[in-house]
């Protein structure tokens, strides 16, 4: 069985390789690239919920 600190070993080691040649710069793009497709699909989630409302 794996302890807990094995696994906070590899999801550290994880984050430090996805992020760690990356700049500040491209760190912000990034997360907001992830902010804009979240806005983006919550909108359209809202507003087919607002067309088959309006069905009924």
Known sequence: ???KA?????VTSGAVTAF???T???IAAYG??????ATYFT???FKIR???RVKK
């Open 1 to 3: 069985m794996i302890d």
């Open 24 to 26: 500040a710069n491209e």
């Open 43 to 45: 909108n359209l989630y």
């Open 20 to 22: 760690g040649g990356l």
């Open 50 to 52: 607002s067309v088959r």
């Open 32 to 37: 907001g690239l992830f902010f804009a497709g």
């Open 6 to 10: 094995a696994i906070n070993s590899y």
